[in-house]
């Protein structure tokens, strides 16, 4: 009897829990009865004209999708007739017209029309979304994506290991392929397709020569194959020093004859393994990675090298601007800028040049990188990070849309007004031929796949975002909702009012008035102020924030750096002064006293106490708001979700704390009024960093 009850217990639990394994294509039923039966009764069959491997997938996805959503079974008719299409949906990949492009797709009523099957997928999920998240089953639609590549960045390694993951380790399972494929891959490629995302690179850009041996390019070509009909190119990470570690040969001077045809010959060992491969993607001297300048060669140089042994071929070169050199003097924020400048028009045609969005590295929040506009003889790809490094890891609540709108709908003037990043990104603005949105990917092997359940959201945010800037950021976090949390109505919208508001409210108790890199060393998770040594100067704390008697912020202005004037002057105008310059930007670009008087009418001291203390009010409110959602929340996700709001809010006050107390010993200035004091002292909040370097 025991054991029976056991076992209930056991199948009760299966049912209602959700480990959010199924991410945003859960397909459950459709609460609203008359939706319902208006969509089964309108829907009996699903006749597709195309027999490829990926329309096929096409068909059974919605197949599967109208199972869970409609809870009913509708049969598939391959037919090349289309003639009797009542009550069934349509698919072709041979439909002509001139408004699509070849991902593109036209959703007319229940007709889902594309000149190919990679367009078919995108026009069936997007159709799949449509009934998952709107009453009217009729609708029509034209969609072409904006970006041409777009694409996630794993940071994994050989070992399994994630540079900067937080939701465990490498999903390829490394030392299990080609032999065997993780059935989860399945979902992780159906995820991608639905969001329209077409690359990733496999490997860290921190890259093992290894990844080009031919025991990893055999894993390599599964992942690829295996990807392949969900329309995912696969790109490897390379490391520059290839030709010494793996050819034996002296060197890796991109203009050696020898070293050239080394990559030339490895090139085309790739495309017998892969014969679409994607690419190539380098990180060259940066942070201690080898690259062209080790030769005395320019980054053209070397990309130019890439590029040349994949001439004839449809692959290309993205190479990283993510470049900067320990210079107590410079300044990190303009030196991508300074050292590629020079070299805008000398890159092949099939070279991109991928820049992090912000100048400095992924901070909570940054003003759009000043290459953006400045580049016009240059491709130039937008790197995002999904991964939450520098967000609370997958600890902190963070819904990314709004910041990485915030940076593709900034206006760079550089051919006058509406020269927006996202027009650099697509190529309009310039011209380009390439056009690349990467994403370092948040993606690992728990079970969610995220670790923090709302991280899926920012996998899905990212590839809408890429395959269509234009989407707001509450449309994307709505259908995310009622995709994977809720269908009722109300909390749909109070959840799209809960996640809008968590990147404000991360950013208000971490780096509030556009401070910026104050994290723990390493890590980068928590407050380390006060970080003065390490390894270069630019990994410091006190390198960014100048925090001193006489006030806080860099001066980008003029007097310690002039790295303002790298932009438009329309832009420098707007950040150039303090009275005007947007409060989340002021200390990028500002040193100002303490007593400074802001437009919002507080000194400069006391808005930030404000803000660090507003953030971890905003944070209980979270919590507390959250609480409200457990009648409607699948238990396994809100308890998932509680959890990791509590540590939230005691690493929120932690920040605050830490930069409360460190900052008064320079500002000599008391706490507003109102506000209460920590009830611990700076001595004892640096112990807290200080555990995560004990060994
Ligand atoms: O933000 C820094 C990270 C490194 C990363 C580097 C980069 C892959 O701390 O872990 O290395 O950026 O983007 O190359």
């Known amino acids: 009897m025991k054991t029976l009850a056991c ?9 209602f829990a959700n480990d959010g394994s199924e991410l945003w294509l859960k397909y459950d039923l459709i609460e609203n009865e008359t939706v319902r039966s208006n969509f089964s009764k309108s829907i009996n069959q699903i006749v597709i004209d195309t027999q490829t491997e990926r329309s096929t997938l096409a068909a059974r996805e919605l197949q599967t999708a109208l199972k869970g959503l409609l809870g009913k079974e509708v049969p598939i008719l391959f037919s090349k007739e289309n003639k009797n299409l009542k009550k069934s949906i349509f698919l072709t990949d041979s439909y002509a017209g001139s408004e699509l492009g070849s991902e593109g797709f036209k959703i007319e009523n229940l007709k889902i ?3 190919t099957d990679l367009g078919l997928l995108y026009g069936t999920f997007a159709f799949i979304r449509h009934i998952q998240t709107s009453e009217k ?23 399994g290991t994630v540079e900067r993951g937080y939701a465990g380790s490498s999903i390829w399972k490394w030392f299990e392929l080609p032999n065997q494929i993780d059935p989860r891959l399945i979902q992780y490629a159906r995820a991608n397709a639905s969001i329209g995302i077409n690359a990733v690179s496999v490997n860290n850009v921190n890259a093992s020569s290894r990844f080009l041996t031919s025991e990893y390019l055999t894993k390599i070509k599964g992942v690829a194959d295996f990807l392949r009909p969900y329309g995912i190119k696969v790109f490897i990470s390379v490391n520059f020093r290839s030709p010494r570690t793996l050819g034996g040969l002296e060197t890796s001077d991109p203009l050696d004859a020898g070293v050239r045809n080394w990559w030339k010959e490895k090139t085309d060992e790739i495309h017998k393994y892969i014969p679409d491969f994607g690419g190539f993607l380098v990180k060259a001297n940066s942070e201690g990675e080898p690259g062209p300048q080790d030769y005395g060669r320019t ?7 890439l590029a040349e042994a994949m001439k004839g071929r449809d692959g290309i070169v993205i190479w990283r601007a993510f470049v900067y050199k320990a210079d107590p003097d410079g300044d990190r924020f303009k030196e991508a800028y300074e050292q590629f400048k020079p070299l805008d028009g000398q890159f092949d045609k099939k070279v991109i040049v991928q820049v992090k969005n912000g100048p400095i590295d992924f901070m909570p929040r940054e003003p759009f990188h000043p290459m953006f506009g400045a580049f016009p003889k240059t491709p130039l790809a937008m790197e995002f990070q999904i991964t939450q490094e520098y967000l609370g890891h997958a600890s902190h609540l963070v819904y990314e849309a709004p910041m990485l709108k915030e940076c593709l709908d900034s206006d760079t003037f550089s051919k006058g007004k509406g020269s927006t990043v996202s027009k650099v990104i697509d190529g309009s603005l310039d011209n380009q031929a ?20 709302f991280g899926q959201a920012n996998w899905y945010a990212f590839g809408r975002l890429a395959w269509d800037y234009d989407l707001s950021s509450e449309q994307i976090a709505k259908e995310w909702i009622q995709m994977t949390l809720t269908q009722n109505t109300q909390a749909v919208a109070q959840l799209t009012d809960f996640m809008m508001a968590s990147h404000p409210t991360y950013v208000k108790y971490t780096y509030p008035l556009g401070l910026h890199h104050m994290m723990g060393e390493g890590h980068h998770y928590g407050p380390q102020p006060w970080l003065e040594k390490s390894g270069r100067p630019d990994w410091t704390s006190v390198y960014y924030h100048r925090a001193a008697a006489d006030g806080l912020g860099f001066d980008r202005t003029g007097k310690l750096s002039n790295a303002l004037k790298l932009y438009a002057p329309e832009v420098q105008e707007n950040w150039g002064k303090p009275e005007t310059c947007d409060l989340n930007y002021l200390m990028w670009f500002h040193h100002l006293p303490w007593d400074y008087k802001l437009s919002t009418g507080k000194t400069l001291w006391n808005e930030l106490m404000s803000r660090y203390y507003e953030g971890v009010e905003d944070v209980k409110k979270m919590n507390d708001k959250w609480q409200t959602f457990k009648p409607i929340i699948d238990p396994e996700i809100f308890a998932n979700v509680s959890g990791r709001l509590q540590i939230q809010e005691k690493e929120a006050l932690w920040w605050r704390d830490a930069c409360y107390l460190y900052f008064r010993d320079f500002s000599k200035m008391p706490l507003p009024a109102g506000l209460e004091m920590p009830n611990r002292t700076l001595e004892e909040v640096k112990k807290i960093e200080e555990i995560y370097h004990l060994r």
Request: aromatic share 10%; net charge neutral; proline share 3%.
């Open 434 to 453: 390439l056009s690349l949105m990467a994403g370092v990917a948040n993606t690992g092997s728990d079970a969610n796949f995220t670790g923090h359940p």
């Open 113 to 115: 029309l594309a000149k």
């Open 299 to 305: 980054h053209a140089d070397g990309a130019n090298m």
């Open 137 to 159: 089953l009729y609708f029509s639609q034209i969609e072409n994506p904006k970006v041409k590549i777009r694409m996630l960045n794993h940071w994994d390694n050989a070992n």
């Open 7 to 15: 076992l209930f217990f056991l199948i009760s639990v299966q049912v």
